[in-house]
């Protein structure tokens, strides 16, 4: 399985991004995807997870009523929305896909799979 991420770059605070993150080879639909991010020089930080039917979602609650995680099986995409973006939301945003949990875990140990990350820039 491959992961590729998109849809990261530079925008204004209080401005809108939507991340994408399409897997390739077989196919993992009954398993949870996520979203983690990292600062140079920091440990990679949970950001969102969603379970294998989107029908339960975790935040980090430093994102919790702005970024929207959702999945589409069809495509084996998942997205993460993020609206009034902030400077500190500045990262590498990093997709994972699990092969064990079907729940949407938090810690990145859940996770075998991940892509090679974007790049999300937020101005003051």
């Known amino acids: 399985v491959q992961l590729q991420a998109s849809g990261g770059g530079l925008v204004q605070a209080r401005g809108s991004l939507r991340l994408s993150c399409a897997a390739s080879?077989?196919?993992?639909?009954?398993?949870?995807k996520a979203w983690f991010r990292q600062v140079p020089g920091k440990e990679r930080e949970f950001v969102a997870s969603i379970n294998y039917d989107g029908g339960s979602t975790n935040y980090a609650d430093s994102v919790k009523g702005r970024f929207t995680i959702s999945r589409d099986n069809a495509k084996n995409t998942v997205y993460l929305q993020m609206n009034s973006l902030r400077p500190e939301d500045t990262a590498v945003y990093y997709c994972?896909?699990?092969?064990?949990?079907?729940?949407?875990?938090?810690?990145?140990?859940?996770?075998?799979?991940w892509g090679q990350g974007t790049l999300v820039t937020v101005s003051s």
């Open positions: 080879g077989p196919p993992i639909k009954t398993y949870a």
């Open positions: 994972a896909q699990s092969s064990t949990y079907q729940s949407p875990a938090t810690i990145s140990g859940a996770y075998g799979y």
